[in-house]
């Protein structure tokens, strides 16, 4: 009877993002415009996300690192190095993909410095 207990409250602390527990977001990531993108879970539960540019003028500059924990709804939302007051929307979907926003405006046409948009699990 105890364990039913438990295994019950685990089911409902983890429900909510078992969508997102099916398919791993570990891994690397490549944007559609020169962002570069790394998830690794660590053993806490949170997750080690390193966002930076990867090419072109801006190559190596770090828009958002560290831990962070995963929203209900399968996404992060972490503060962008760059622009302080500034946060980016990190949205994985099951097709092994991410979909990166900025809560300061899309990215200026062309730049080098460009990091918002599709990035393709590789």
Known sequence: MKLSVILSALSLAVGS?????????????????????????????????????????????????????IRSDGSFTVPNNKKKNCQIKIAFDNKQGANITDSCGPDTSGSSCAFQGAYTKR
């Open 17 to 69: 993002s078992s969508t997102y527990a099916a398919t791993s977001i570990d891994g690397e990531y490549t944007g559609d415009t020169w962002g570069y993108m790394t998830v690794k879970k660590n053993g806490d539960g949170t997750y080690a996300i390193s966002l930076a540019i990867g090419a072109g003028s801006c190559s190596g500059l770090s828009l958002a690192k560290g831990d962070f924990k």
